[in-house]
Nanobody, 122 residues
Framework: QVQLVESGGGLVQAGGSLRLSCVAS????????MGWYRQAPGKQQRELVA????????NYADSVKGRFTISRDNAKNTVYLQMNSLEPEDTAVYYC???????????????WGQGTQVTVSS
C-alpha cells in the first residue's frame, strides 16, 4: 500500500558529508511526522537521529546536533538528512520512518524504509 525508499548511503571518510533521501509512495492521503533512525553494528535497537513535523518543526539526537540537518518536501513526499562532519561513530544502517494516513481513509499507520548503509572510515 505504501512504500518508503531510502537512497544516498555509502562509504565516506571521517569529516565528510552524505545526503540521505527517502521518498514515500503509494496510497498516501497525508504524511504527518517523518524521521530518520539508525541501528549501529552490534546494537539491537534503533535510535532516533532526527524528526520533522509536517509544519517543519525538528528535533535531533544530542550526538548529531550541529552536524545533521533534516528537511522535507511535502509536495514530493520526501524527507532528507544532510549529514556533515561525519564520524566513525555515525556508522550504521539508517532507516526513514513516516506516520501516514492512507488515502480515502482515516487509517494512520507507521511505515519504515528498508534501510541504507552509512559507513564512516577513520
Amino acid at each position: 500500500q505504501v512504500q518508503l525508499v531510502e537512497s544516498g548511503g555509502g562509504l565516506v571518510q571521517a569529516g565528510g558529508s552524505l545526503r540521505l533521501s527517502c521518498v514515500a509512495s503509494g496510497r498516501i492521503g497525508s504524511i504527518n511526522g517523518m524521521g530518520w533512525y539508525r541501528q549501529a553494528p552490534g546494537k539491537q535497537q534503533r535510535e532516533l537521529v532526527a524528526g520533522i513535523t509536517r509544519g517543519g518543526g525538528t528535533n535531533y539526537a544530542d550526538s548529531v546536533k550541529g552536524r545533521f540537518t533534516i528537511s522535507r518536501d511535502n509536495a514530493k513526499n520526501t524527507v532528507y538528512l544532510q549529514m556533515n562532519s561525519l564520524e566513525p561513530e555515525d556508522t550504521a544502517v539508517y532507516y526513514c520512518a513516516a506516520e501516514i494516513r492512507l488515502s480515502s481513509t482515516l487509517i494512520i499507520k507507521n511505515y519504515w524504509g528498508q534501510g541504507t548503509q552509512v559507513t564512516v572510515s577513520s
